[in-house]
């Protein structure tokens, strides 16, 4: 099985390889090593007035980010983690629900208009002490020189928008911008979304079927945009962060719970809601089913 995974990862390791020799040969641009960031970002301006309705508040995004919410409120302590850095916070719903329960949280995106609609949904809430929310890609971190925070978190895919190389980047930026202890947490989608892979099949779609298994990034429509997503297993996005950051812990979310697309049906039924809760709270709590979920929580330490 070793062996096998070593194979497997030798064409994307060939990949990273030559374009770390670029940046040693003088091309030390960061950012155009992000290259989707802009395109990824316009097309999220464009979904931000839906996309509340079209997943936050949906019953589907509701019981999945119940998932996270459970997980950092057990796990991450606001009197330990207390300065929280949320990368592609889109909305905000999740920078305010961190400020609510006691942490101090700078929440950045790469779409202006999803920042905007951040500050607006914390001004209705009537809640705006101890977050704030500033335009900013993955490629500018930089911009963060003499921060250090006690927690960088990432939900819902967003790290899924970018490729394996930028990955390998970006988690120098965040082994630079965490203290010695602190924590990375990420919500991504997998590879083996049970719920998603026989929904297809049931409708004889082969292709969307086993599109997360796809060795390259595969286009995914965002409002009228068609963005590349690439999918990663838990071990492949460990692997991706080694050595800056380790000991990590895995958790699905949405292993009884479908994907948002799958909002009609799942609610159709009276009482199917109500049992994937309490499934998802009392079964799907095992590290070894997260690559078997819509989503899993990667929870990482810095040394």
């Known amino acids: 099985k070793r062996a096998a995974g070593f194979i497997y990862h030798i064409p994307g390791e060939w990949h990273h390889w ?3 020799r670029a940046i040693a040969a003088g091309d030390t641009n960061q950012a155009h090593y992000f290259m989707d960031t802009a395109k990824s970002a316009k097309a999220f301006d464009e979904a931000a ?25 057990n796990n991450i302590s606001s009197d330990i983690y207390k300065k929280v850095l949320e990368l592609n916070c889109g909305t905000g719903e999740d920078a305010i629900w961190l400020a609510k329960n006691g942490h101090a949280v700078l929440a950045t995106d790469a779409s202006e208009i999803m920042i905007e609609k951040s500050k607006q949904k914390s001004i209705q809430s009537n809640f705006t002490e101890n977050v704030s929310f500033k335009k900013l890609p993955f490629s500018q971190l930089d911009d963060l020189n003499d921060e250090s925070y006690d927690l ?3 939900n819902f895919g967003g790290l899924n928008c970018i490729s394996s190389d930028e990955i390998k980047l970006l988690s120098k930026q965040l082994n630079r ?5 602190g924590k990375f947490v990420a919500v991504l989608m997998g590879r083996k979304c049970v719920i998603e892979k026989y929904y297809f099949k049931f409708k004889g779609d082969k292709k969307n079927s086993s599109r997360r298994k796809s060795l390259t990034p595969v286009n995914a429509r965002v409002a009228s945009s068609e963005i590349p997503i690439s999918y990663y297993s ?12 380790s000991d990590p812990v ?4 949405g292993l009884f719970v479908p994907p948002s ?10 009482g199917v809601s109500a049992s994937a809760r309490m499934l998802e709270r009392f079964v799907a709590i095992r590290p070894g089913w997260s690559d078997y979920a819509d989503h899993y929580l990667a929870d990482f330490t810095k040394i």
Do not use: C, W
Request: hydrophobic residues 35%; without cysteine.
């Open 152 to 154: 960088i978190f990432s």
């Open 177 to 181: 911008l965490l203290r010695p202890g």
């Open 250 to 253: 895995f958790r699905p979310v």
């Open 18 to 20: 030559r374009k770390m």
């Open 49 to 73: 007035n839906d996309y509340d309705k079209e997943f936050t508040y949906t019953k589907t995004g509701t019981l999945q980010r119940e998932v996270v919410h459970r997980y950092l409120k």
């Open 261 to 270: 697309y799958l909002e009609k049906p799942f609610t159709a039924i009276p």
């Open 234 to 245: 838990p071990n492949e996005f460990s692997n991706l962060l080694a050595p800056h950051l």
